[in-house]
T-cell receptor, first 109, second 115 residues
Framework: KNEVEQSPQNLTAQEGEFITINCSYSVGISALHWLQQHPGGGIVSLFMLSSGKKKHGRLIATINIQEKHSSLHITASHPRDSAVYIC???????????FGTGTRLQVFP | EAGVTQSPTHLIKTRGQQATLRCSPISGHTSVYWYQQALGLGLQFLLWYDEGEERNRGNFPPRFSGRQFPNYSSELNVNALELEDSALYLCADGERGRWNTGELFFGEGSRLTVL
């Protein structure tokens, strides 16, 4: 079993739908990152969370430390949101990152 | 400020050959992480270089090696290529301060295909 699990693996949506991607982890973490990987491979950092909730535009990320679970929400989804979304857990106070295998999102017009 | 740069973008090699991939961190930063993303798999940690020295390596065989130069750019070398080495190789800026504030910067990646 992977130490960081994401669900779903694949997700399709119609433009405008509300999207939720989940990430569960089994290790002790100091932070959790959400990343967006574009079709060409380039990765952009979206959020880093250690508690609570963060919002940036149409993106919202939440984390529940007790339940070892984080969610990434996209409101009013758009085709340009189509990408792979990856969560990465930063282990303890180290530089070690453990990555989930990603969620491939496709948003259709 | 230039971001993390990687080259080449694509590389095609045959089994048994050697591949060399390059990465430069953000100007002035000293730390570089290398990751492998094989098809269908998540990002796997390969190597970490900081201030010219290898600080840590992941569970990869010794034919995966690298170095960091005085200007903090880094090379990843893969010897005796095997078909399963075909993957996207990503480099990340390892500046700890930035990681603590949430800023992770990755290069665009080098896609290695082994035929």
């Amino acid at each position: 079993k992977n130490e960081v699990e994401q669900s779903p693996q694949n997700l399709t949506a119609q433009e405008g739908e509300f999207i939720t991607i989940n990430c569960s982890y089994s290790v002790g973490i100091s932070a959790l990152h959400w990343l967006q990987q574009h079709p060409g491979g380039g990765i952009v950092s979206l959020f880093m969370l250690s508690s609570g909730k963060k919002k940036h535009g149409r993106l919202i990320a939440t984390i529940n430390i007790q339940e070892k679970h984080s969610s990434l929400h996209i409101t009013a989804s758009h085709p340009r949101d189509s990408a792979v979304y990856i969560c990465a857990a930063r282990v303890g106070n180290t530089d070690k990152l453990i990555f989930g295998t990603g969620t491939r999102l496709q948003v259709f017009p | 400020e230039a971001g993390v740069t990687q080259s080449p973008t694509h590389l095609i090699k045959t089994r048994g050959q050697q591949a060399t991939l390059r990465c430069s961190p953000i100007s002035g930063h000293t730390s570089v992480y290398w990751y492998q993303q094989a098809l269908g798999l998540g990002l796997q940690f390969l190597l970490w270089y900081d201030e010219g020295e290898e600080r840590n390596r992941g569970n990869f065989p010794p034919r995966f090696s690298g170095r960091q130069f005085p200007n903090y750019s880094s090379e990843l070398n893969v010897n005796a290529l095997e078909l399963e080495d075909s993957a996207l190789y990503l480099c990340a800026d390892g500046e700890r301060g930035r990681w603590n504030t949430g800023e992770l910067f990755f290069g665009e990646g080098s896609r290695l295909t082994v035929l």
